[in-house]
């Protein structure tokens, strides 16, 4: 149980990746708050996980309330020791249908709430001198978007920015800042948002010929908050079934 003892926090806790990482998350020993705006669907997961899950509904969108939802939990809890920013909004607009509107709410989601929420469990990371921040990218970070349109790649891309800044600025007081970039993870995300041709086209170029499992994100996640990871900072974990060779 190498995470007895410790708090996480994971953003877009209901949501087909957020389960499977509160899920193993609770299963290390961590007792896990999970963010979402969908109360109904974290409370349903606390209901399967047990008392080392803590449901919070809040919409990411709304700095203030986020802020004020990510405080009252420090209260409760002292600190977050592993916080995941895996909480993402999807859109499949290139750029000349990318309005301004639909940019900035993206954005709010996939990048403001994670520097929000980062800004809000450092402090405490720091007087304890540790901590774990993992963000949930994309492949679209790098690969520019095959089917996610560009507010989301440059989301994506921001993220792992943020990612690598963090790590710089926090690595000499024990906390350590590293990224995840899965392509194509079976969730609610990839099955009801992407149209069936493009499944098909997108599956047959993964050389391992299937999508990625939560389960698989999760195990990821796992592995960067545990203690053993400590010297791996401002790295990101390529998860895409060999789709950057294709
Ligand atoms: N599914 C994939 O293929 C895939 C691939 C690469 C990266 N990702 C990334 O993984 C992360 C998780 O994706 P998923 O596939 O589980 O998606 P999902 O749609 O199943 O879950 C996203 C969750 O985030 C929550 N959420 C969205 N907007 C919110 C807001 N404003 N406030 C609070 N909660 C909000 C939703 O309620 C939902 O529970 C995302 O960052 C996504 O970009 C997914």
């Known amino acids: 149980m190498e995470l007895s003892g410790r708090t996480a926090l994971v953003t877009g806790a209901g949501g087909g990746i957020g389960r499977a990482i509160v ?44 802020r004020a939802a990510a405080q009252s939990a420090i209260a409760r809890r002292g600190r977050v020791d592993v916080l995941v920013n895996n909480a993402g909004v999807l859109s499949p607009h ?24 980062t800004q809000a469990v450092v402090p405490a990371m720091k007087e304890a001198g540790w901590g774990r921040l993992v963000n949930i990218a ?33 690595a000499p007081a024990g906390i350590t800042a590293n990224a995840i970039a899965p392509a194509y993870v079976v969730s609610p995300m990839i099955m009801e948002q992407l149209s069936e041709e493009d499944r098909q086209r997108q599956l047959a170029a993964i050389p391992v010929g299937r999508f990625c499992e939560p389960e698989e994100v999760a195990h990821a996640v796992r592995f960067l908050a545990s203690p053993l990871s400590g010297f791996m900072t401002g790295t990101v974990i390529d998860m895409n079934g060999g789709l950057q060779f294709g």
């Open 94 to 117: 290139k750029l000349a249908a990318t309005t301004l509107e639909e940019w900035r709410g993206l954005m709010a989601v996939n990048l403001d709430a994670a520097l929000l929420l």
């Open 138 to 170: 994309s492949y679209a970070w790098k690969s520019g978007g095959l089917t996610a349109g560009t507010a989301y790649s440059v989301s994506k891309a921001a993220l792992v920015g943020l990612t690598y800044s963090s790590a710089r600025e926090l």
């Open 23 to 66: 899920t193993t998350l609770a299963a290390a020993g961590a007792h896990v708050l999970a963010f979402d705006r969908d109360l109904g669907a974290v409370e349903k997961l606390a209901d399967a996980v047990g008392a080392a899950c803590e449901p919070v509904g809040v919409d990411l969108a709304d700095a203030s309330a986020l």
